[in-house]
């Protein structure tokens, strides 16, 4: 399922880090070992599932907020 990612863009910088854009706005910044397994898989898989996942903008109000339940803490 390979399609056109929503929002998300990426650039390669000169140092061969890739920088991750959510709607013009800097995500994230992937260097070394996950640069290069991003670039290999964003051609590969989906790529608005991988940036989504790799910058986390794939969780949102409850799901972030669960964290901090008392069922969901770890003891």
């Known amino acids: 399922m390979s399609g056109v990612p929503e929002g998300f863009t990426y650039r390669l910088r ?8 959510h709607h013009g706005r800097p995500a994230t ?3 070394g070992a996950a640069a290069a397994r991003f ?8 790529p608005q599932e991988l940036m989504a996942r790799v910058t986390g903008n794939y969780k949102h109000g409850n799901e972030r907020a669960a964290r901090q339940h008392p069922r969901n803490r770890r003891r």
């Not at 000169?14 to 854009?21: P, R, S």
């Open 14 to 21: 000169k140092n061969g880090d890739v920088e991750v854009l």
């Open 29 to 31: 910044v992937l260097r």
């Open 39 to 46: 670039l290999a898989d964003v051609d590969r898989d989906d």
